[in-house]
Each structure stands twice: as C-alpha cells, then as structure tokens.
C-alpha cells in the first residue's frame, strides 16, 4: 500500500476564495452541491479529493462538463483542463445513513451529523481536502422540518426559511477562513440548553449545548466548563473568541472524544453528558479538559491552522498544554502534574518503546488518522511544556503573542512555532527541534560524587536514545532538567555552579545538550542530596542508581511534591520487581519491610493533602512493570503486586478503615478539588482493604455499591466486586445493569468493569458480553469499552491458558470492516509482541499474519499490524 512523504510536500497550485455548500437532508439519500470560487496560480490540472460518493453532474462557470472532461479514480477527480478563475458546481448524492466507518456526512441515532478531520470531508464532497487550503463557507441545509428541527453549522447563523412543503432550510455563513477538516453540519431533534459569556472586549457569546431530548440537564457542567476556558484563555494568554455563538452538540456515536468544527464543536456524548448519579469525578474532570481543549483549538488549530498533517502535533500538542495547564489551575497544580506523566509514561512511552514508535513531526504514513497517538498529542504536549521551561512562563507567554502575530489566518509549521518562541527570547531552537524529528524515548543516566576535601559535589550527566524504527542512532537532545540539592534536613541548597540556568520564573535548570556533561558544585560542606528532574521537566527515562537512603529521604523531604511521589514510584518498583523475580522463580515472596513502613507512615500522615496521598499510595501499574521488565510475565506481575498490596493493607488494616470511616459519606454531591480528593483517598483506602478479601471488608464494599450517593462511589464499589468472588458480585453487576440499561453512556462502564477484571473467566465473560443486547460493535464506545479495555488487560489478555489473541484477531477484523478508525485504536494491545515468552510471540504473530494477509483489511489496521512483523 502507497505511503505519503512529508518530503513530498508541495504548495497548492490553486487558492479557493470562497465555497457555497448546498444539503438536501432526505432518509435515503443526501444531495450536496458545493459552488467554490477558484483561482488558478500557476499551469495545473485540478485535481480533487473524493471517495465514496455518487457524481451527478460538474459545471465550471455554469457549463456542463461532459464525461470526457473530467476523469474519476477511488480517490480523485481530474480536471486537465481549468481556466485561471473560475466557478465549480459539482453536485453529488451520499447515503449517510449506509455510513458505518463515522467519517464524513453520517446518521447516530437519527441526527445527522458530520466529522471530517483529517479527511472526512472527501466523503461529502470533491474537494481540496488538505488543511492548507483555507477558504470562507456559506451554508445551506434543508430538511424534514419535523424530524430535524434543529439544523446547524459553522459560523453565524443567517436565516430559516419555513419551505411551507413540511420543510425548511437554514442559512449558515461563517466569516472566519477554514480549512475544510473544520466543517461540521447537525441535523437533528435535539434539546438544548443557552447560557451566555460576555467576552473580554465585551461581545456577548451565545453558548448552546445540544444533546439528546431528557439529556439536557446533564450539560450544565460541559457548559460551566466552557465559560471557564473562555475566560482563562482571555486570563493566560489574552485570546478571545471570536464569533457571536458557540455551540456543543453530544452524539452518540463517535470514533474520537470530540471535535474543534469552527463554533460547532461534535462531542462524543460521554465527554459531555454528566451528572454525580450518572458520572465519576474523574468522569467531570476529563469533561473539563476536553471541552476546554477544543474551545482552546479556537486559536490553536482554527485561526492558525497546519500546513500539512505531518504538522499534527502543531495543534494537538500545543493545544493538550493549554488544557493541561487549565486544568492545573482550576485543580490541584502538583495532582494534576502527576495525572499527566502517569498517562504520558503509561500510553506513550509504552508506544515509543513498541513498533509504532515515530517522532512528533512524522516524516512518512500510509492512515493520515493514524496519527491521532499519544506521541501527536502528550509527548507533543511535553515538547511545548519544555519550552516554556526553557524560556520561563514569561518567555512563552512573549513567544505565544508573537506566534499569532504572525500567524494568524495561516496554515504553518512546527517550526514556525519554534521560531516564534525562540526568536524573541533570544534561544537557538536548532538542536532542541530534534524532538520533533527523532522517535524514541532518551535515557538519561546520572552519576554523582562527593569530595569532602574540597566541599565539592560533581555531577555527571550523559544521555543516549535506544534505536527506533527507521532511526538506528540520534543525536544528543537539548534536556532541560529542573533540579535542586537538599540538605540533610531538607533545604534547599545555595548552587554554586556557572553551568547552571535560571529561568524567568526563577527555577534552576540544567540545560544538558551534549551527550555527556560534567557539573561540579561548590562550596558545599556536607553532601548534598539531589533533586532532579523536578515536575518532570524533560520526558526522558532517569537511570539512577542513589542510594537507598536517598530516594526514602527525597521520598519524604523534597521540596518538589511531583518528585516525592516520583521517589514512592522508584522505590515500589523496585520492590515489585524483587517480588516478580521471586515469583517468577517459584520462590517464597518476601515483602521488603523498609517499604512497607514507609508506606504505613503515609498512611498514618495527617497532615498530608488527601488528593496527593492517593497518589502516594499508589503502586506503579501493570504497564509501567510491563516497560521495565524484559519480559512480559503478566500472572507474575500480577501476584507482585497483589501480594504486595495485601502486605500493605494487613499491617494498615485500622488506619485504613480510619480513612474509610472519615470520609464515606462527607459531601457526597460536592465536586471541588478537596472533595475530589478525599474521595479518591477513601476509595484508594477500600481497595487495599479489598486485597484482604475478608467477609468484613466485602461488607464495605456492598454496602458502599447499594448506599452510594455518586457514581464515584457506586463505580469504585462496583469494580472491587467485579473483581472479586464475593456473593455480592452478581447481585451488584445485574442491579446495575438493570439501573442504567437504557442508558449508552453509563452502560460503558459496565462492559469495563468486567473487562478490567483479573479473574481467570474474563474472557469467556467478554465473549458473552459481545452478545448482549446491550453491545453494539458499530457504536465506538461500546468498541472501546468492552474490547480495548480487555486488550489492555495485561494479565487477562496475555493469559498463555486462553485464545484471547484469537478472540480478538477476530473482534478486529469484525469492526475493521465497518469503521477502520476503531479497529485501528484496537491494534495496540499487540504493541508488546516482542516481549512475550516465545509460545505466547508465536501466538500472537500467528493471529497478527492472519490479520494482514486479509485483502480487504483497512490501510489503518494494516499499518499498525504489519510493523509488530517487521
Ligand atoms: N481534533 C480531534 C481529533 C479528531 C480525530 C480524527 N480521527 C479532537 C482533538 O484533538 O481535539
Ligand atoms: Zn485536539
């Protein structure tokens, strides 16, 4: 299958300085009409994107054009022959109700509606389907006027006219150029909920949020959401919006979480229905960083655009910071820092370190929707992230201006943005812009020495990046790592050092760009403790072997609250891995007893804040012992950790049915950060007592499923007894379901609570979900709730006794068929082939031929299913 090049790049041959879009809404059939104005800037055949669709008839300024004037591919329309300026009618018919891939114009539940990025609109219409054609749209749609009442796009809403014939059309104009990826149509009977945002500059946004009728009181928080973007958007970074409406719209059906359309943003309808009977606190909290995050792709996305795809990250990465940042500053700073590295290490470097490695700029693709990966947008995110650490808040803030300075209306480059925020501070970017174009995570090892002699401490630095594909070796990266040394009871210590940064917010900073550095510190009179790679300042991997003593003290003492829970990781992988290698050997598992009292002193700390002694408490993951380990051996991991969570909770019993007792029950309804907190302690503290299995604590755990007064506690209640074999399991699971059945979003986490599980019949439980009534393998949700959720079951899904691979082969190609975008977000459960004991490699390699010998299989799937081979 042909790949695209990012060398292959070549600016368009025509301008299109306006397009008119014409729908004709009926149940079997949709006729579109797209009159563009077109200029031709130098000798060129038109050539247009188009796949799908049903030609009725081409005109160019009003002439017919008869068949051999034009030719048609699977993927194009040619035009040889075009005068300089002229206008194109091209009049085609869809069937979006036949639209099961979710691309393009398509039907969910009786609303139309459309999602075109990256190349959806291609489905709609022939057209320049590349984001660096920019062009102003006026919109018409007509429909049933009973079965669609609501009728929108982007832009400014012009008119309705009644048709009188039981029809009507509206009339949608958008004063603002777009790349096409942006266009969204609705059509539907939807209920809405209005509110208002009075901008900075005083124009008074009208703000919609449209779903399902009955559905519209779970808005309120999508809608609080978005007034507190627009504001901290105004707040951090002087930006403001800029139409007079601003509309959400929640649809069932939805490949991605949402979608930044120019003032009509499509949600999937789980990142904006909500409620606490219906939806978890973390449930609320990624409610209120995706909206913020497509409102922030207001400025950066829409009114700066990408040049080409390859440029993704552009947009996605600087746009994930902003939402980082956002919710950094309406939470908990420290918290929400370590959210982000948790997902950024468990997702990305998992990818970076598997056969789908590639840089944040890719340079080639087969599936433009490919690139929609954890590398695009959070390692993307931590691209931006250090080079506002680099240059300092203020820096960035100086650089940001001047990014849309000039910028603004145009379809540009990452390395327009670099050069916009390292010209006006006067940085060279040149080597720093290697994380854009080389894969990989790096590794830095650290090595330190202390002379007391001369009351100096030398540290040494040297950093590597393992081989990815197509990228054997790379060049040193430009690391900023933030850094401190301690003292022994705890203070920060006076750097004494000419090779040291200090940025403009003040931080201390060591800008390692060689492969190996020396860094001697003087004047110090006892040895210092270091501090490095505080906030996680650079994505990299820290070797570093420090003494015991030191990371139980850093654990305790550093200043950086991010690096003491970074410490309480380090330790407790360690801990797991002499556990894994003792399981592993069929050895008796012997809990190392310094571990376990630091741990018990957390959990009898009163004056640590409960959100961050959650964290605390948490041991390293599945697939964070999965990247470490050289071998996937998940039933080990899994008795490690189980084993080593019951030691925890044994010696913790009291205290932690203390904390229980505390908390259960305080504001149950309240949803601010302190509430969000103490819950998540409370609920951390249940599912260790959980490990013990003992008749008193599954008594809990019931009571809390049946008394609960949030979705927090019934869910948490609900996955202890999934888990589990109590008595009370089924009864919880069929109450539940009988709860929530008429429900699509909340029945999600029904299906996930059962995939999730590490009981030996999980599988045979998925099987038979996939059967349910409930199950609906074209709605995506269902897709990813139920099946990648059992793919990324380590223990389960890698369990040598079950055909799990097969199953899921299967399941692949079963949703391929239908909607290669979903499929292709199933195919990463296979990342880890090359760490598998042989029979299970054998296995799994087996089911991945057989995927990509199928003919028909998508270019998606393909891609990411034949590099596991390579
Ligand atoms: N830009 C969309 C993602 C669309 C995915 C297309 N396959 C959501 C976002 O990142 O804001
Ligand atoms: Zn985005």
Redesign the pocket.
Known sequence: QEKIYLRDYKAPSFSVESINLDFNLNEDFCRVIAKSNITKKEAAELRLNGEELKLVSIKINDKVLTSQDYQITGEELIIPQVPEKFILEIETELEPQKNTSLEGLYKSNGIFCTQCEAQGFRKITYFFDRPDIMTSYSVTIEADKKKYPVLLSNGDRVRIDDLGNGRHKAFWSDPHKKPCYLFALVAGDLGVIRDNFVTKSGRKVNLEVYAAHGKQERCWHAMDSLKKSMKWDEDTFNLEYDLNDYMIVAIDDFNAGAM?NKGLNVFNSRLVLADSNSATDVDFHAIESVVA?EYF?NWT?NRVTLRDWFQLSL??GL?VFRDQEFSADMTDRGVQRIEDVDALRVGQFAEDAGPNAHPVRPESCMAVDNFFTMTIYEKGSEVIRMMQTIVGRKGFRKGMDEYFKRHDGQAVTTDDFAAAISEPNGKDFTQFKRWYHQSGTPVVNVNESYDSSKSEYTLTLEQHCPPTPNQPTKEPFHLPLMMELLSKNGQELKLECDKIETNSDGKHLIELKEAKETYVFKNLNERPVLSILRQFSAPVNLKWQASQDDLYFLMEKDTDSFNRREMAQKIGLGVLRQLIDQARNKKDLVIDQRYLAAMSAIIRDEKMDHGFKAKMLQLPSHSVLAQEEAVLDTESFHTARTTLKKAIAKENRQQLLEIYQKFHGVEPKSRDTKAFGHRSLKNSALSYLAELHDPEVLEVVNKQYWGAQNMTDRMTAMMILADSESVHRDKALHNFYEEWKNDAVVMNKWFTAQATTSRKQTLEDVKTLTKHPAFNITNPNNVYSLLRAFGANLVRFHDPKTDAYEFYADKIIEVDAKNPQVAARLCSAFNFVQKLEPAMKEKALKQIRRMVGIEALSKNSRELLQSALA
Do not use: L, M, Q
């Open positions: 930044e995050h792709h996305g947009k996605e746009t």
